[in-house]
């Protein structure tokens, strides 16, 4: 089982280059996000996609664009990187189970912006 | 928005002992979730509470959704070296469409 895959493993942009990190499900779940995480911190929602065709703001939004491609591929776009973006970035879905959700978590993008 | 604090924020023990780690926040949560993370890898899903009071196991990890609903508590007996990584809290409300919000997280070690 894949499960949530996300491409590239690790990227090295230079400060103002864009990229698109890349994440795909194969758990037909409805719901997919994009956290990121930070040395000592938690992980902080970017945006998130609770069915095909929907996408919302979370908490860290800004310099971020996201693509709800399909119900499997949901995707993060840096228009302009800058170095505050240096992060290591996480695509997750989720079930909706009793009383909340539980979130799969694919294996992770870190990124450096020079 | 509402925070997580857990504790401690980092933890160093021998192989055998039990590790207790904890999150409080100043608001009440619907559904507690406990998480790992392993180096180099992203989240697992280890322990979900849905209810005040529950106390629920998953072989040597207990976790507990406190009375108050704004703490849980994570309990690891019998610690072995694959215990090693990343734990992370979260909480989530009903009114915020099941989102989570998690804690800044614990960082066990384990020496054999």
């Known amino acids: 089982n894949a499960g949530v895959t996300q491409t590239p493993k690790f990227q090295v942009l230079k400060t103002g280059q864009s990229m698109t990190l890349q994440c795909a499900q194969d758990m037909n779940h409805n719901s997919m996000y994009w956290y990121r995480q930070d040395p000592g911190m938690g992980l902080r929602l970017i945006y998130y996609s609770a069915s095909e065709g929907t996408t919302d703001k979370g908490e860290v939004p800004n310099g971020y664009n996201v693509s709800r491609l399909n119900k499997r591929e949901f995707s993060l776009r840096l228009e302009s990187a800058a170095p505050s973006q240096t992060s290591v970035y996480f695509c997750?879905?989720?079930?909706?189970?009793?009383?909340?959700?539980?979130?799969?978590f694919g294996s992770g993008t870190q990124l450096s912006v020079l | 928005g509402q925070q997580l604090n857990q504790s401690p924020q980092s933890m160093f023990i021998q192989e055998g002992e039990d590790v207790s780690m904890n999150c409080t926040s100043s608001s009440i949560f619907n559904t507690w979730l406990w998480y790992k993370q392993d180096p180099g890898e992203g989240p697992v899903l280890l322990i979900a509470l849905y209810k005040a009071g529950e106390l629920t196991s998953n072989g040597r990890l207990t976790a507990q959704f406190g009375i108050t609903r704004k703490d849980s508590f994570l309990n690891i007996s019998a610690s072995i070296p694959s215990d090693v990584g990343i734990y992370f809290c979260?909480?989530?409300?009903?009114?915020?469409?099941?989102?989570?919000?998690f804690g800044d997280g614990t960082t066990l070690t384990v020496k054999p």
């Open positions: 997750a879905s989720s079930e909706l189970g009793t009383g909340g959700e539980k979130l799969f």
């Open positions: 979260a909480g989530q409300l009903r009114t915020n469409a099941g989102k989570s919000t």
